[in-house]
Structures are given as structure tokens and as C-alpha cells.
């Protein structure tokens, strides 16, 4: 699932008409409750789900065991992402619970946020910058008040007491040196030494590509996703694989997982769906991924399922060599108006590839399969929850997506909810250049964010094609920054054809304006409030965004097709040729499908760190302290709505409810109660 994370606090007017949500539903009002927490650099929203009460009871209980399975593999992530998270998020729960002491202090409210902040990152190092997350606490404070509680309420590991617990996680908490990065992906170090996540243990990056380049056939024409679902580990010198599987790594959680899907494929809507949650069932018992190749291609071609979902481990993102899936899951069901437009674009698929500005060797003579829709989601769950992505594009195998297509999806509930959570909150007319820019946001910015993100996950990750001899992992750790560009660019350069206008995409000409000045705004500016003085870019959507927008800039200065200009003290972006500037995201966009098409490993490495690591500190202090006077979180995430089976006498399920009023804290530390399995080791 290539994810398209794109939404800063505030960047549209939040205006978008209500009937391009979904259906109406009796519980969804005027009154719905978007904002529920709010804490360090963080928001907590909800989500409305408007059309499940409408949905058919078989479809309801679908989504129910689909939505369970959705939650139990949430432990999964969080030991995925560090080996002492768990260990740490369910001592400071059980602290969180059971201590009896002073909860007035300032001590006991920064450890409050900590375990806030932790929660919404699914463990100790931010879930966008990377970086540790460094209590506000002592050290002290912090033991004193895990002695405090009775040993016999704390999760200690079997056979450990407080003091050898807190001998193994306080330095890992309070020592900026140790494990510093949860991904990094420095230039010129050992990308896997440098990591603290848990993909890797007691080996090098060297070890790794060794042993997986000995198991890779460059003949292959259908090649696996090599080493998607394990850790690799060195043992007396030998390097080999822990598979995550039943009976594997992770057994206990994917089991309960296995429990819930068995649920779901009884109440399948058509046997297709149900071949579909088989197959990925018989993935979670081999681990094998050829039957993982299986199971995506029976999904791709599942298009007729009301209700669909995703669930195992897909994206590959927090992986420093970009191999290694992070567990996630979401459930969903399309909606039905909505989807109209992206039925449009995916009809159109072969027009689109056939006359994009790349190389005629890197376009696809037939594009296969194509589909796309707008979808509620129902559930989030693992890398998906608390932060979610608004588009999903899978699958990520690129001989899959040749031969069988890909399936695309908008999640417009969710973006829906930034928009109610954004009004009128003063983004825009601190940053927007003038009344112009605000105006045209104003008046098209939800309609053309919406179709950036259609057109990114439908097409933009769908075309081109790698030449025959192409690893598909030889951009090594700037593959997912490059990817991602290349499907951004695809939609930028589309947003403003004609061809658009002509589908009745957009309503004019001139709409298309409002996404390309956001668009560099963010990248070339206000996506650094979400960056902490004197670091680098690191997550590869901000570097995408950073390279097409600082690329564009430079490239056009001759024209002054976009510049900074300075007004009052402030800086801002000012777009002088709107033309000009989508023959340069041509420009761009031909080159980076030639860098993907060639596997050209220098070239793309060259383009990231030059255009899309390196932050102006002057620039990015003022932007900091601009943003600061807003009194606005750069981040959101969710919380999730609450699904319950109601019985009859005989215990059969009449209906399934879903409520809206569970928040953050209630909902986390359910989710610790309901779903942890695994046990504390590392």
C-alpha cells in the first residue's frame, strides 16, 4: 500500500460540499465531534463512517470480524518498530492505571503526553520525524513511580522485578544516544546498525544484501517479495530468516488474526471475496510468498465486493533498505457517488499512459487492470492507526501490477474529517501569498486535493514499467522517496490537462491552480513546521515533496516560474507561470521514471540529497515560529469508532452498532487490554 500522506494542519478552507462525503445517516450530524484530544505536536480526531447503518446485515458482520482482525495485529507493529516497545508502553500503562500517588504535578502530566505521544506513534521514536521521542520527566521521577505501584498490577516479563526492568528500559527511554533513529537514512552510514527497529538483529547492512542478492534470480520474471514478512538475525555466525508466521515469529497475534479472518470468509459477500480471505490465511499459516503473490493478485481482481479491506504486512517504508513490511490493516466499503469519479480516471487509464512526457521505452503498451474507488474506511488498524493515509494504491509488486493491475482507493471520510477539523483555523492566510491563493482554495481546494490523491493512487503508482533486467529493489533505501515522487508528479502534471476539464473532473481551467500552489507551499516551506531545528528531511513523502518542490525552483529561476518573495517581513511562495511549472513536473517526472526504469541507483541517490533531505535553517526557524502563533498540531491521527454485535436469545447476531464516543486514552488502553498477546521478550 503505497500511502500518500500529504495533509498539514489547515492547508484547504475545509469548504467541501457534504454530499461528496457519502450517504446521510441519522447518527452523523451537525453535531458529530471531530476533535478529541490534543496534546505535544499532536491532535486526536474522529472519523464519521456514514452508510454503515445502511449497509445489509451479512455486510455489518463482515466488517465486524474484519475489523477485529484489523486490531489484534496492533502488537505486531509496536515490537516491529523496537524490540523494548512493548515492554515499555505496557509498564507506563500499567503506572498510567494503578499509580496512587500525586496526578497534579508537572512530572505526572509530561508522563501523561509521553504515553500520549507513544500510543499515537505505536512505540518510543515519532512517527514521522523518526526521531526518539524524549520523555519530559526524569529518569527518577520515572522510577519512583514505577516502584510506587504494587509489582503484582505491572506487567513485568516473567521472572523480572522493577529493577531489572527498569535496568533494561531506562536507558533505552532517557539516553538521546541509544537508539536515536527508528529508521534512519543518513548518507554513507550502515543504514541497519543505525535503526533501532526490530527488522534486524546482530547484523550489517552488507550481511543483509548479501543474503538476500544469493536468493534473487535476475531471470525471474514473477520474483517474490524477498524478505517481506521476517526478521533476519546472525546466530553463531549464521544468517537467516525468522519467518512471521503461525508457528512462526508473532504466532500468538497471528493466530487471533487467523480466528477473526476464518469469521469474515463464512460471511464473505461472493466466493471470490471469500477465496480472497482464504488465500491470506493460508499466507499467515506458510508465511510462504509465492501464496502472498496469490492472495494479492485474487485481490487485485476483486472488484465487485462492497466491503473490502487490507490486512498483513504490506509497506515497506519504516525498513532503512525498504524490504521489510510493517504489519497494518484497514476495512472499508465503497462509496457509491463518490467512486463515479474514479471510475472515470481508471476508464481513461491507456489515455493517460499513452501520453505522459516520459520515455516511450518506460510506458506500458497495455495497461492492465486498473481500478480504482472511493472508499469509507470502516477501521484502522496497525501502521494505520493512529495515523492514516487518504490513498492507498496496491499491490506493490511491480510484475503483479504489469500482469494483473493494481487496485486504487481514496478514503474520503478521512479527509473529510481534516477538513471539519481545519476550519477556519488561519493556515492559509498566514502563509497564502494573497487574497488570490486563498480564493482559489477556497473554491477548488477539496475537489483537486481529493483528485491529486485519485490520481497518485490510480495512476501515478500504476504506470510506467522497469526495464526486463531491473531489480525492483535497485534504488535500495531512495526507492521510496523516488516512487513516491513519481506518482506525485504523474498527478500534478495531469491535474492541469485539458483532458480533465473534458472528463468533467474538474469544473475549469483554472482549478487546477489551487493544488499547485499548495503543493509547493508544503514542499518547499510549510511542511517544516513538522521538522525539528537543525534536522534533516527523513520520511519519504516529505522528501518527495521537498525534491519536486526545491527542484521546480531551481530549474525555473531562469523564468522566475516560482519564487520566494518577501512581504511584510514574511516569506512566501509565489507562483508567476502555472504553465511553465507543469512543463517542468514533466521535466521531472521523466527523469525520475527513467532513474525507476533503469534501476539508476546514483542518479536517484543524487536527486533525494540534493533537492530533498537538506532544510534552510533561517527559512525553516521563521516558518516554526509563524506557525507557532496559530496554536495548531502539524500532526492528526484517530481514533477508532466502536463496533458491537447485538444477540438475540440463541446468540445469534441481529445487527452490529457502531458509536462514536470512545476516546483517545478508553481507547488505547482497551486496545492494550482486548488485543496484547505477544510476549515481553527481545
Known sequence: MLTTIFLLAGCNDGKKAETQIATKDDDIDSTFEYRVDRFADIEILRYPVPGFNSLSLQQKELIYYLSQAALEGRDILWDQHNRYNLTIRRVCEGVYENYMGDKSTEDWKNFETYLKQIWMANGIHHHYSEDKILPKFSKEYFTTIVKSVDPGRMPFRDGMAADET????????????????????????????????NFYEGVTQKEVEDFYNKMKNPNDATPVSYGLNSKVVKKDGVVAEQVWKKGGMYDKAITRI??????????????????????????????????????????????????DFVNGFIETYTDPLGMKGSWESIVNFKNIEATKRTETISANAQWFEDN???????KKSEVKGVSAKVIT?????????????????????????AQHGSKSVT???????????????????????????RALSKKYGSLTDNLHTDLHEC???????LLPEVDEDALKAYGSPLEEARADLFALYYLADPKLVELRLLPDDEAYKSEYYKYIMNGAMTQFTRIQPGKNIEQAHMRNRALISNWVMEKGKTDSVVVFKQKEGKTYVVINDYHKLRNLFGELLAEVQRIKSEGDYEAGKKLVETYGVKVDPKLHKEVLARYEKLNLAPYKGFVNPVYKPVTDANGKITDITISYDENYIDQQLRYSRQYSVLPLKN
Open 166 to 197: 527498569l535496568t533494561e528500559i531506562v536507558p533505552v527511554m532517557f539516553d538521546p544516544n541509544i537508539m536515536p533513529k527508528r529508521m534512519n537514512q543518513a548518507a554513507g552510514v550502515d543504514l541497519i546498525k543505525t535503526s533501532a527497529v
Open 411 to 437: 478514503i474520503e471520510n478521512i479527509t473529510y474529517a481534516y477538513d471539519k477539523a481545519a476550519e477556519g483555523n488561519g493556515f492559509n492566510e498566514e502563509f497564502m501569498w494573497s487574497d488570490y491563493e
Open 377 to 401: 474506511a470502516a477501521i484502522l488498524g496497525g501502521d494505520c492507526y493512529p495515523a492514516t493515509p487518504i490513498g492507498i494504491n496496491l499491490p506493490n509488486s511491480n510484475w503483479i501490477r
Open 459 to 465: 495512476l501515478g503508482h500504476g504506470s510506467g514499467k
Open 258 to 307: 487467523i480466528g477473526w479472518l476464518e469469521k469474515a470468509a463464512d460471511v464473505a459477500e461472493n466466493e471470490q471475496q471469500k477465496a480472497v480471505i482464504n488465500t491470506l490465511i493460508d499466507f499467515y499459516k506458510t508465511g510462504d510468498l509465492k501464496t502472498f503473490d496469490n492472495y494479492s493478485i485474487k485481490w487485485v481482481s476483486d472488484t465487485s465486493s462492497h466491503v
Open 356 to 362: 505522459s512526457p516520459i520515455d516511450p521505452r518506460f
